[in-house]
Nanobody
Framework: QVQVVESGGGLVQAGGSLRLSCQVS????????LAWFRQAPGKERQFVAC?????????YNTDSVEGRFTISRDDARNTVDLQMNSLKPEDTAVYYC?????????????????WGQGTQVTVSS
């Protein structure tokens, strides 16, 4: 069974930074894609960024996070991290890590079979 665990959320002032981590365990193989989504109260789940573990290719929701968020893999910790800089109050949401056992990133939440519990990010103004 694939398990997905997020960590690193919290409360930060506007303009600050947070780093989220996602650890995946279980039978994923090496050709999987890991994405970060977020969901604010009353809104639909939104794609944030994705990384293909095998190829290292990345994609971002450029409308919302371009130039501020960076997704990366940490081989030593076996995690995929989301570095979030210049945070804005509108970034406030529960952030979810999701995994699909296929190599290509997708922006639709329905394409991901495995999800973490989510971690709250709150940005105060």
């Amino acid at each position: 069974q694939v398990q997905v665990v997020e960590s690193g959320g919290g409360l930060v002032q506007a303009g600050g930074s947070l780093r989220l981590s996602c650890q995946v365990s279980g039978p994923t193989g090496n050709n999987y894609a890991l994405a970060w989504f977020r969901q604010a109260p009353g809104k639909e789940r939104q794609f944030v960024a994705c990384l293909s573990w095998g190829s290292g290719l990345k994609s971002y929701n450029t409308d919302s996070v371009e130039g501020r968020f960076t997704i990366s893999r940490d081989d030593a910790r076996n995690t995929v991290d989301l570095q979030m800089n210049s945070l804005k109050p509108e970034d406030t949401a529960v952030y979810y890590c999701a995994v699909r056992t296929f190599p290509l990133c997708r922006r639709n939440a329905d394409d991901y079979a495995y999800w973490g519990q989510g971690t709250q990010v709150t940005v105060s103004s």
